[in-house]
């Protein structure tokens, strides 16, 4: 992994349900809001620290059974972003490493098919 590696920019969209960031070496990266929420790296979400590292890519394809939104999104130091959503959780801090590693488009994923 390349330690220089973060974001450009990091657009989000509430009516499209879709957060887009846009990285330092040229990659898109499009994730579903549903997915990024259910895929939230605390603790409470991730039922305990033994699997903090762990999230499931196949969540960013299946049809959203909620519709989460992003009120606010805060920069954590220079390593994560902490994202703010509607139903009030506001404790996953997505570090940059776990946004890419979680990419779900076709270069990133091919077996999605
Ligand atoms: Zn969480
Ligand atoms: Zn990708």
């Known amino acids: 992994m390349n330690h220089d590696l973060r ?3 990091i657009e989000v969209s509430n009516s499209k ?6 990285w330092s070496d040229g990659h ?3 994730y579903t809001l549903f997915g990024l929420r259910k895929n939230c790296p605390c603790v409470t979400c991730r039922g305990g620290h033994g699997s903090m590292n762990t999230f499931d890519r196949s969540l960013f394809f ?4 909620q519709q989460f939104q992003i009120e606010d999104i805060k920069q ?3 390593h994560a972003i902490k994202i703010f959503w509607n139903d009030g ?6 570090q ?3 946004l890419r590693a979680m990419c779900p488009c076709t270069e990133c994923y091919p077996e999605q098919e």
């Open 76 to 78: 954590i130091g220079n």
């Open 62 to 65: 299946v049809e959203p059974t």
């Open 89 to 94: 959780h506001n404790n996953g801090m997505y």
């Open 96 to 98: 940059w490493e776990t």
């Open 7 to 9: 974001p450009k920019s």
């Open 28 to 30: 898109h990266s499009e």
């Open 17 to 22: 349900g879709i957060l887009e960031i846009e």
